[in-house]
């Protein structure tokens, strides 16, 4: 019997602590739990959750299996990646996030494209961004809104 594939993109954090990632995902971000795989040693080989609709998978670091090197936001010093999330009421989400632990990047603000806006930084270093419409720009009111800077 073949196995129906649906095609996808799924984010795949590496985090210091999985089972602390998962715990701060579903309180700072209603994430639903599908399934984790530990080791023998009580690490997380893989995990799963539902954030917003989509599939987020995480393990935790492995540095043993990378050369030595660990693959954590902290351990390289930031990460260039973003998250971002599509939300309704991104006030109060933003809010939920940043009393379950999450640093604020850049503050929620009404941004020129037309989203109410912001970043946050998760205690595992990665960065999720939260935006929310809130009015129709045209593209020339983008171009606009950059060239005034």
């Keep these: 019997m073949a196995i129906e594939v649906q095609p996808a993109v799924s984010p795949h954090l590496v985090v210091g602590d999985a089972a602390a990632a998962i715990a701060f995902y579903v309180t700072a971000f209603s994430a639903v739990e599908l399934g984790r795989v530990p080791g023998p040693d009580g690490r997380l080989f893989h995990a799963a959750l539902q954030i917003n609709g989509s599939t987020v998978l995480l393990n935790d670091d492995f540095p043993e299996h990378t050369g030595g090197k660990s693959l954590t936001p902290t351990a390289l010093g930031g990460t260039p990646v973003t998250i971002h ?29 037309g989203d109410r806006y912001g970043v946050l930084r998760d205690p595992f270093g990665h960065h999720w961004s939260m935006g929310q419409p809130v009015r129709e720009v045209s593209p020339e009111e983008i171009r606009e809104a950059i060239k005034q800077g």
């Design 85 to 113: 999330l599509t939300v309704t009421d991104v006030d109060r989400k933003f809010r939920q996030a940043v009393d379950a632990g999450a640093t604020v990047v850049v503050p929620l603000e009404d941004a020129f494209w």
